[in-house]
């Protein structure tokens, strides 16, 4: 099993552009997150999704979308870039979610800065 | 927003020291998690703990949640270089789909 994949690993955009992230697993979990992490700090939560079809918003969604048609992907998008999205950006699934105790398994990250 | 504090925010010892460093929050969790995180990779789960005072120990690290479930340790015992990297602690908040992080400790051992 390959995990938790994320790509790019790095990005650079200039201010008003998009993207998006890509991110999938291939554990067959049902509950998929979208965490940002600023230099120093811990994690905040964008998005997360309990299963396809289903998306809520976390701590800071604005500025970003998702979207979740299967159970394996779940991309995040900027669409209109901007410096205080410079980040690192964070992928991670779970069978099921935090109130049965299960843990997160992370992509690797993706460094993302707007210039 | 239930908020979990850690500290020390930084912490550089000598190889072979001990340590511990804190999770703290005003609010109480049905359980913590503890993750390490090196450098260009994601967080990796290190332990969970559900009863209010229990110690569990993974080699020399020993995790301790508070008898009121407000708060966690994790102590080191004579730490090694190995050891390097950013500790996040991780709190649910009864019944809640996701888990809160903490601020993190990055912790440096000198060799």
């Known amino acids: 099993n390959a995990g938790v994949t994320q790509t790019p690993k790095f990005r650079i955009l200039k201010i008003g552009q998009s993207m998006t992230l890509q991110c999938t697993q291939d554990m067959n979990h049902n509950y998929m997150y979208w965490y940002r992490q600023d230099p120093g700090m811990g994690l905040k939560l964008i998005y997360y999704?309990?299963?396809?079809?289903?998306?809520d918003k976390g701590e800071v969604p604005n500025g970003y979308n998702v979207s979740r048609s299967t159970t394996e992907d779940f991309p995040l998008r900027l669409e209109l870039a901007a410096p205080s999205q410079t980040s690192v950006y964070f992928c991670?699934?779970?069978?099921?979610?935090?109130?049965?105790?299960?843990?997160?398994?992370f992509g690797s990250g993706t460094q993302l800065s707007v210039l | 927003t239930q908020l979990l504090e850690q500290s020390p925010q930084f912490l550089s010892i000598q190889e072979g020291e001990n340590l511990t460093v804190y999770c703290n929050s005003s609010s109480v969790f049905s359980s913590l998690q503890w993750y390490r995180q090196e450098p260009g990779e994601g967080p990796v789960l290190l332990v969970t703990v559900v009863t209010g005072g229990e110690v569990k120990k993974l080699k020399r690290l020993t995790f301790q949640f508070g008898d009121a479930r407000k708060d966690s340790s994790l102590h080191i015992t004579a730490a090694q270089p190995g050891d390097t990297g950013l500790y996040l602690c991780?709190?649910?908040?009864?019944?809640?789909?996701?888990?809160?992080f903490g601020t993190g400790t990055r912790l440096t051992i000198i060799p």
């Open positions: 991670a699934s779970s069978y099921a979610g935090a109130q049965d105790n299960e843990k997160l398994f």
């Open positions: 999704s309990v299963g396809a079809g289903i998306t």
């Open positions: 991780a709190g649910d908040n009864f019944g809640n789909e996701k888990l809160t």
